[in-house]
Every structure is written in structure tokens, then in C-alpha cells.
């Protein structure tokens, strides 16, 4: 649905709902649940101690802690007050969150008790000051937050806000360099929804509730758990990615829907206790990331008995640019199960050479994005700005082609592109390849530097358990797939790989740690 009158910026979702349907429950954590009553007063409350301490308007407000009912509080009494909530990666060191703080120039950063010892030693580090407010998801007893709280009341400030202004501040992982604050604005919000409702994809129902696992300081935390809001559903929520633990909100608080990557929803199905966890209320497992694999779909579509979507999107577009459908995810159509699905209404897409000029349909090159979802522009970084936005065209950094059905397919990040005597070979493709041998559980391909080839292609494997296979097979089985110059030169095995917050593979970790091994 799309409250187009209703619902014009994110401080509007509490209302609306504390308004329609005041006693359905919005927030399930370990600490209880509340109502979307409860999160409007609450979040009135945030707002107007927010006014009171003298925070300026569109001051952006940090955030450091794990998932929680706190946060979704927070994020709307942030929003109330109109200012931009700043959600901080928490597994991110101390060197590497000073200068995101200093960068976001947060006058004010709520803090879990878990991570007190990390925001006082930045406070230290900071060259501009910020006040430190506690709260502690872990436990009901008193605690700072709660007298910060003490001298306001629940009144609505009813603040009017503009829809240009940013609702929420997601910085990137400084992959590339100085990490950057993407700036998401209440408009673009309203948009996502216009975008999701015209697909006509979605079928929210009355009692839905959606498991939030993914981390909030990604968009997809944050981001899907604001869709299921803004449709009136619940969200039943696990502080960390844990398979175990998610089995379990499973079997309690029967969630409807769930959105995880790939890799988290092999890791559920391998779980000991999904054997015997009732999947029966899931109706609908959304997953972003990578494409899922016929083999890993196959016996999802088995064991959980539910419907499965996927979206492509980034931070910068701030949800889903394009969709393949439940009825696309057919586990004998393989090929197809490599898109990521076709664009949403309202959402162009480009495929274009380096030059800016559109490819044909086939051809590999930089996805160029347009819509009216995209971010406004990067928190003080003009320049890195205008590097990524032309003419209202957006440049993703990520390379792919459009097939003749206008199915979207993802190849690789631009500057992970391997080029190995003059060839360029796009590690996914590989990873493809790679992921239908047997013994393959999860695998990572990657360029090492070669004298003789410049780069040469090289897949880092996870075994199956149980199951074996030498570098040798390996190659032959990417041989009957592939062409020459795409096959791994070097095939090393491993126990896991480096998992980011979202259970997706680190690329780069283990680029690095390769690179570095060789170099040494």
C-alpha cells in the first residue's frame, strides 16, 4: 500500500499506525513487546527530550548498538525532532568510528551499555564533543536513558518537516576510501514505498510480522524493517545475525515474513534445530546479496515451505531497484535464478561502457540508476558526490548486463573485475561455476597479482561437510563450464570465510589476507 496523504515522512509511521491500530504490537525484542501506541508515545517522548536538550534540527544523531526495540524508538523520536538518525557499525574499531562521528558531527549518540567503554575512549579521540546517552536493550531495570527521559511528556511536537530533509545518515564501509554518510531523505522514503506498491509484488496482510536479523547500521536492517512499519506490520527482532536464535523467534513469534543473504539462509538450514523448527508461518523469505544457487533454493523451497524474492539495491538507492518474483524462482530454470529480477516502476536502469554510453542487451558494463529513491548526496563530500552522481543518473560501481527479457543480471563490482591477460573475467561468474560442484559449500574468487598474466583468477573454497575435493577436480569441474581464461590458476581450501555483519562474504578481507600472504 501507499499512504501517499497519510504517511509523508518516517515520523508519520508511528503516528499513523498508533492512530489506526493502536493495540497491534509493532516491536517484539528479548525485553517484551510494543504496541504501535507505545512506539508513538515513546518515540514523542525521544523527541521532545531531543527539543529540550537544545539539539538543533537536522543535527544528525549516532547510534551504537546492536538491533532492538530501543532503536526503532529512538529512530522515530529522532525523526520527530527533524533530525537524521546516524546508525554506527558496531563492529567497526575504535580508529575507524572516530572519524565517522567526527564526519557526522553528532551532537548527541545513544549508546547501548555493552558499547559504553568504546563511545567514551571516541569521546576522548573526538575533536568535536558530543553528549553520551545509556540505555541497556538487556535489561528492564532503570537506566540512563530513562531519566534523560524523566522531564518530558509523550505530547507529539509535531514538528514540520521538509521531505528534503535526511531522515537517515548510513555510512558506507570505506571500502574505497574515506567512508562516506549517505544521505536518505523522507522524500525518498515515500518514494520506496510508491515504488513497492506500483510493482504490485508485494502482498502485505493484516497481522504480519517480519523478523529483523540483519544489523540496523545497513540499509537492509533499517530499511525493510521501516517497510514493514509503514505497512502496519510487526517486527520481532534478534540482536546479531545467530541461526540458533533465529530458529527460535521462529518457533515463538511465528514471523510472516524475513529477509537474510544467501549465505545466512544456508547457515539457518544447516542448523541443527531446523530440523525441527516449524517453518509453517513464514510465508515469504526475501534475500539480497548474491543470487541464491538451484540447489540451495531447491531445498529451502523444501524446508522452510515458503515463497522467496529477491531485490538488488545499495545504500545509496535506499531499497529494492529491481525484483525477481516468487513465481521467477523456479529451481529447474537455473540461468534465471542468476538475475537479480527486473527493475521496479519508477526505476531506470542503464547498463553503460566507462564512457557513459548505453551497451546493448549481453553486454557486461556499470549499472547506471534513476529514480526517485535515490540519495541525495554524500554528508559533506561534494566531490565524492559528484563522482557518482551525473545528471541525475546514479553510478552503482557494480557491473552487469540486461539480458533480452530486460532481466537484470550482476556481475561483479566494477574494481573487482579481474583481468588476467587482457581478458576480464567477472568473479561471480566464477563463483557461479564454482558453487554447482558437490563439495562446494561457499566459495570466493578473487585476483592475485602474476607476472606473467597480471592477475590471476583464484577461488578460495569452504568444503561441504563431509564432503572432499582436490584443487584438480576443482579445475576440471570449472572446465565443463567455462572458458580457459576464466578457470582458477589457483584453488586453495579453507575452513570459513570472513562474514560482514549481513552474513555476506567479505571479498575484500580475503583479498587482503591473499595478497598479503603472497607478498610476504
Given at each position: 500500500?501507499?499512504?501517499?496523504?497519510?504517511?509523508?515522512?518516517?515520523?508519520?509511521?508511528?503516528?499513523?499506525?498508533?492512530?489506526?491500530?493502536?493495540?497491534?504490537?509493532?516491536?517484539?525484542?528479548?525485553?517484551?513487546?510494543?504496541?504501535?501506541?507505545?512506539?508513538?508515545?515513546?518515540?514523542?517522548?525521544?523527541?521532545?527530550?531531543?527539543?529540550?536538550?537544545?539539539?538543533?534540527?537536522?543535527?544528525?544523531?549516532?547510534?551504537?548498538?546492536?538491533?532492538?526495540?530501543?532503536?526503532?524508538?529512538?529512530?522515530?523520536?529522532?525523526?520527530?525532532?527533524?533530525?537524521?538518525?546516524?546508525?554506527?557499525?558496531?563492529?567497526?574499531?575504535?580508529?575507524?568510528?572516530?572519524?565517522?562521528?567526527?564526519?557526522?558531527?553528532?551532537?548527541?549518540?545513544?549508546?547501548?551499555?555493552?558499547?559504553?567503554?568504546?563511545?567514551?575512549?571516541?569521546?576522548?579521540?573526538?575533536?568535536?564533543?558530543?553528549?553520551?546517552?545509556?540505555?541497556?536493550?538487556?535489561?528492564s531495570d532503570p537506566q540512563a536513558l530513562?531519566?534523560?527521559?524523566?522531564?518530558?511528556?509523550?505530547?507529539?511536537?509535531?514538528?514540520?518537516?521538509?521531505?528534503?530533509?535526511?531522515?537517515?545518515?548510513?555510512?558506507?564501509?570505506?571500502?574505497?576510501?574515506?567512508?562516506?554518510?549517505?544521505?536518505?531523505?523522507?522524500?525518498?522514503?515515500?518514494?520506496?514505498?510508491?515504488?513497492?506498491?506500483?510493482?504490485?509484488?508485494?502482498?502485505?496482510?493484516?497481522?504480519?510480522?517480519?523478523?529483523?536479523v540483519m544489523p540496523v547500521f545497513h540499509?537492509?536492517?533499517?530499511?525493510?524493517?521501516l517497510q514493514a512499519l509503514y505497512n502496519?506490520?510487526?517486527?520481532?527482532?534478534?540482536?546479531?545475525?545467530?541461526?540458533?536464535?533465529?530458529?527460535?523467534?521462529?518457533?515463538?513469534?511465528?514471523?510472516?515474513?524475513?529477509?537474510?543473504?544467501?549465505?545466512?539462509?544456508?547457515?539457518?538450514?544447516?542448523?541443527?534445530?531446523?530440523?525441527?523448527?516449524?517453518?509453517?508461518?513464514?510465508?515469504?523469505?526475501?534475500?539480497?546479496?548474491?543470487?541464491?544457487?538451484?540447489?540451495?533454493?531447491?531445498?529451502?523451497?523444501?524446508?522452510?515451505?515458503?515463497?522467496?524474492?529477491?531485490?538488488?539495491?545499495?545504500?545509496?538507492?535506499?531499497?529494492?531497484?529491481?525484483?525477481?518474483?516468487?513465481?521467477?524462482?523456479?529451481?529447474?530454470?537455473?540461468?534465471?535464478?542468476?538475475?537479480?529480477?527486473?527493475?521496479?516502476?519508477?526505476?531506470?536502469?542503464?547498463?553503460?561502457?566507462?564512457?557513459?554510453?548505453?551497451?546493448?542487451?549481453?553486454?557486461?558494463?556499470?549499472?547506471?540508476?534513476?529514480?526517485?529513491?535515490?540519495?541525495?548526496?554524500?554528508?559533506?563530500?561534494?566531490?565524492?558526490?559528484?563522482?557518482?552522481?551525473?545528471?541525475?543518473?546514479?553510478?552503482?560501481?557494480?557491473?552487469?548486463?540486461?539480458?533480452?527479457?530486460?532481466?537484470?543480471?550482476?556481475?561483479?563490482?566494477?574494481?573487482?573485475?579481474?583481468?588476467?591477460?587482457?581478458?576480464?573475467?567477472?568473479?561471480?561468474?566464477?563463483?557461479?561455476?564454482?558453487?554447482?560442484?558437490?563439495?562446494?559449500?561457499?566459495?570466493?574468487?578473487?585476483?592475485?597479482?602474476?607476472?606473467?598474466?597480471?592477475?590471476?583468477?583464484?577461488?578460495?573454497?569452504?568444503?561441504?561437510?563431509?564432503?572432499?575435493?582436490?584443487?584438480?577436480?576443482?579445475?576440471?569441474?570449472?572446465?565443463?563450464?567455462?572458458?580457459?581464461?576464466?578457470?582458477?590458476?589457483?584453488?586453495?581450501?579453507?575452513?570459513?570465510?570472513?562474514?560482514?555483519?549481513?552474513?555476506?562474504?567479505?571479498?575484500?578481507?580475503?583479498?587482503?589476507?591473499?595478497?598479503?600472504?603472497?607478498?610476504?
Open positions: 500500500m501507499w499512504l501517499h496523504a497519510e504517511v509523508l515522512t518516517v515520523a508519520d509511521i508511528p503516528r499513523y499506525w498508533g492512530g489506526q491500530t493502536p493495540d497491534r504490537i509493532a516491536l517484539i525484542d528479548q525485553q517484551g513487546t510494543a504496541t504501535f501506541a507505545q512506539l508513538d508515545s515513546a518515540s514523542s517522548r525521544v523527541a521532545n527530550a531531543l527539543i529540550g536538550h537544545g539539539v538543533p534540527a537536522r543535527s544528525n544523531i549516532g547510534f551504537l548498538g546492536k538491533n532492538s526495540a530501543r532503536y526503532f524508538e529512538l529512530l522515530f523520536g529522532v525523526a520527530k525532532a527533524g533530525c537524521a538518525m546516524a546508525a554506527l557499525n558496531w563492529r567497526l574499531a575504535i580508529a575507524e568510528l572516530v572519524p565517522i562521528i567526527e564526519d557526522a558531527q553528532c551532537p548527541l549518540v545513544f549508546v547501548d551499555r555493552e558499547f559504553v567503554s568504546v563511545v567514551e575512549t571516541i569521546a576522548r579521540q573526538c575533536a568535536q564533543p558530543f553528549e553520551i546517552v545509556v540505555f541497556d536493550s538487556n535489561s530513562d531519566a534523560w527521559l524523566a522531564a518530558v511528556d509523550d505530547a507529539d511536537p509535531q514538528l514540520r518537516i521538509h521531505p528534503l530533509d535526511t531522515a537517515v545518515l548510513i555510512y558506507t564501509s570505506g571500502t574505497t576510501g574515506k567512508p562516506k554518510g549517505v544521505e536518505l531523505t523522507h522524500r525518498a522514503f515515500d518514494a520506496m514505498r510508491l515504488c513497492e506498491h506500483l510493482s504490485g509484488a508485494y502482498d502485505w496482510r493484516p497481522g504480519d510480522m517480519m523478523l529483523t540499509l537492509v536492517g533499517t530499511g525493510l524493517s502496519g506490520a510487526g517486527i520481532t527482532i534478534l540482536p546479531m545475525l545467530d541461526p540458533g536464535k533465529a530458529l527460535a523467534l521462529i518457533q515463538r513469534d511465528r514471523p510472516t515474513i524475513c529477509a537474510l543473504v544467501p549465505t545466512a539462509i544456508q547457515m539457518l538450514i544447516d542448523h541443527p534445530d531446523a530440523k525441527t523448527t516449524d517453518f509453517s508461518s513464514l510465508r515469504l523469505m526475501m534475500y539480497a546479496g548474491a543470487p541464491i544457487t538451484a540447489a540451495l533454493l531447491r531445498r529451502a523451497l523444501v524446508e522452510t515451505g515458503c515463497q522467496f524474492m529477491q531485490f538488488y539495491g545499495a545504500s545509496e538507492s535506499l531499497g529494492p531497484l529491481t525484483l525477481l518474483r516468487p513465481d521467477q524462482h523456479d529451481p529447474d530454470d537455473e540461468p534465471k535464478l542468476r538475475s537479480c529480477g527486473k527493475p521496479l516502476p519508477e526505476i531506470e536502469i542503464r547498463i553503460r561502457d566507462p564512457d557513459g554510453y548505453d551497451l546493448p542487451d549481453g553486454q557486461p558494463g556499470e549499472l547506471w540508476i534513476r529514480g526517485p529513491t535515490i540519495f541525495r548526496s554524500y554528508w559533506r563530500q561534494p566531490e565524492a558526490t559528484a563522482a557518482v552522481l551525473k545528471d541525475g543518473w546514479y553510478r552503482t560501481g557494480d557491473a552487469g548486463y540486461r539480458d533480452a527479457e530486460g532481466f537484470i543480471y550482476l556481475v561483479d563490482r566494477v574494481k573487482d573485475m579481474i583481468v588476467t591477460g587482457g581478458e576480464n573475467v567477472y568473479s561471480a561468474e566464477v563463483e557461479q561455476a564454482l558453487a554447482r560442484h558437490p563439495a562446494v559449500h561457499s566459495c570466493v574468487v578473487i585476483g592475485l597479482p602474476d607476472p606473467k598474466w597480471g592477475e590471476k583468477v583464484t577461488a578460495v573454497i569452504v568444503l561441504a561437510p563431509d564432503l572432499k575435493a582436490t584443487a584438480q577436480e576443482i579445475t576440471a569441474h570449472c572446465r565443463e563450464l567455462l572458458a580457459g581464461y576464466k578457470i582458477p590458476k589457483s584453488v586453495f581450501f579453507t575452513d570459513a570465510l570472513p562474514l560482514g555483519g549481513t552474513g555476506k562474504i567479505l571479498k575484500r578481507a580475503v583479498r587482503e589476507q591473499y595478497r598479503q600472504a603472497f607478498a610476504d
